[in-house]
């Protein structure tokens, strides 16, 4: 018999393993399409079963080694080698906001060839701080010690975009520039909060709200950002729209509660997070913007009464710019008996976003791989996990243990503990536990 496909892949000169592993990864590049196709398209159920059960099987058949996660994507003009995104982690190690030699050996540590990585929090200007030892990036000292940073990310064939960052009022008086108020949307101050160590209590002071005009000065902060992130080598931003920090507080109606064009209605909440945007497109070109938002959230006191209304919202309004991608962030992880899950809540909007979508929050293996095979997301971030597995992706590919990671050396300002001394897998003969 016939069998074109045998031919395409000229069998004679592949061993039996390679074959296998050509065979897994076409059927599953295809089940991933299918999935994708299946969002945007309606494929006729039983068609659709019959197709995915015939490639289902060509995956099973094949070798069973294939990882979804580890499956090749093309991200705009990144070619990404697997899906497994370094999470933005503050990591407060940049002493007078500038980022430090240790940092050229955790990024590097955590980069793999055609891995994309984020990295921390990177506060756009003097106003723009609230947490001790944030890295900035409106000095030209502080885009020159970025500099051999990005250049050992790309040494190792890593993509590296910056995440710019404006904290708004979760700050206080001493971080502030002549001790001045910190700026908002808002004059409502944060109340007190407790610190992850669970002892320490942070106090915020009293946000002055940003007058009108004074607006386009604040976007202009971040396309400052931008332009000097790409100078210092980054292949792009991911602009900092997420977790109760500024872009957040003006997008979040438990905060905002302005009475010009930038409060009030969903718009209005949101012009000055797409102006932001704008901003940063304009300066150094969609291709190289992502966002990372979570609608769904309600840290810092910054929750949305309609977080669905507004996902949808912003990424239909992103579409408008065709920036690369949107990272969203899962709401809380919920308990479910004596097992954990993940909401999945962020279906409509993926559905809804033509670019690259990235998902995080409580993400592990498991999930992560039935996400990326489901099509509900084009690529995880992974946050704690790979903060303490420098060699995440690799581990992955084993199904090896993971190194447990320690939440007290979080946010110390030691160079070494808790950073750069989380082991790498020691053998080379590592087997397979799948
Ligand atoms: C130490 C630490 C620092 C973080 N810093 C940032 C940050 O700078 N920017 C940000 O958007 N999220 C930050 N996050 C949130 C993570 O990016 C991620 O969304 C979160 O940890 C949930 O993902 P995970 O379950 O994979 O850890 C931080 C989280 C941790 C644990």
Redesign the pocket.
Known sequence: MNFPALDLLSVETLNLDEFLGHLSMLSLSLLLSINTLQLFCTIPPKELRTLKSLLGKGQHMAASDTVPLLTPYKMGKFELSHRIVL????RQRSYGNVPQPHAILYYSQRTSKGGLLIA??TVVSDTAQGYPETPGIWTREQVEAWKPIVDAVHEKGGIFFC?IWHVGRVSNYNFQPNGQAPISCTDKPLTPQVRANGIDVVTFSTPRRLRTEEIPLVVNDFRTAARNAIEAGFDGVEI?G??GYLIDQFMKDQVNDRTDQYGGSLENRCRFALEVVEAIVDEIGADRVGI?LSPYASYMESGDSNPEALGLYMVNALNKYGILYCHM?EPRMKAVGDKVEIPHTLLPMRKAFNGTFIA????DREEGNKVISSGYTDLV?????F?ANPDLPRRFQLNAPLNKYNRDT??IPDPVVGYTDYPFLESDSYTNNE
Request: charged share 10%; hydrophobic share 40%; glycine share 16%.
């Open positions: 999470a933005p982690l503050t921390e929090g995440q900092h997420a977790h990372r962030v995080a929050g409580g993400y971030a992974y946050g704690r996990i903060l979080f946010y």
